[in-house]
């Protein structure tokens, strides 16, 4: 077991330290401006100096992703349980969610910073909310149609009721692909959450402090708070597939 786990983290690790060696090496060698590309060395100064600002920074837009992540889901989970039991239901909410899968952030952020003010983090939230929501009710609804005949005709013959064939088949056999869903959200929460920061609103998360540090010319520091926003997105990522193996083994996938 160990073994295994040292081959499969050894490739990556190491693909980690070339990369950030052929970077170091090209920015040095090729003198290219900060302003193009900071080298490493220079990211890891400024993330030593503005240590507590990114974490601050990272709690917050952390805290943005979580709830509009978990608002976004559940709204979605529920819509594909209506969806999937009504007809009609289905064909007012699939174009609903084709239509909010291509609203840009762009436009939606500022619009709701007016709405809600700049003062509130509700706007972030609620964009991370959306983003959020179409991928999960796609692949939830995918999940919960596809029942197996032999597994249908085998619920009929026992007579058993909608709630109980959706509580011993539907249900479980959607779990699959609700977290197919979540995976491909967990990451795009961080990012909507990230942008949607560029867009006025409270200067305390991610987005706004590489906006600060760009305007500033302190490239190396904007950086730094990238590195932040890309250990954000890999924590909520992990977190999710460990969630899914622990709820796949309790199902006995």
Known sequence: MTAALARRWLAPALVGVVGLAL????????????????????????????????WSATLATGANALVG???????????????????????????????????????LAPALNTMFGTTSNTPRRLVVAVVVFAPVF??????????????????????????????TVTVPGAVPHVFSGLRVASATAVVAAVVAEYFGGLQNGLG?????????????????????????????????????RVVTRRHGG
């Open 69 to 107: 992540m978990l608002a976004g889901s559940v709204t979605a989970i529920l819509a594909a349980l209506l969806a999937a039991r009504s007809r009609s239901v289905d064909l007012l909410l699939s174009p609903t969610a084709a239509a909010v899968s291509v609203m840009p952030i762009v436009a």
């Open 23 to 54: 970077w170091q090496t090209l920015v040095v060698a090729a003198d290219v401006k900060p302003y193009l590309l900071p080298s490493p060395t220079a990211i890891a100064e400024q993330l030593g100096q503005v240590r507590p600002l990114v």
């Open 138 to 167: 796609v692949t939830t609804l995918r999940g919960l149609r596809q029942v197996q005949p032999v597994h249908r005709d085998l619920l009929r013959a026992y007579a058993a009721t909608p709630r109980q064939a959706a509580r």
């Open 208 to 244: 706004s402090r590489i906006t600060a540090a760009a305007a500033n010319s302190a490239y190396a520091r904007a950086w730094a708070f990238v590195l932040g926003a890309i250990l954000l997105g890999l924590t909520f990522y992990v977190v999710t597939l460990a969630l899914e």
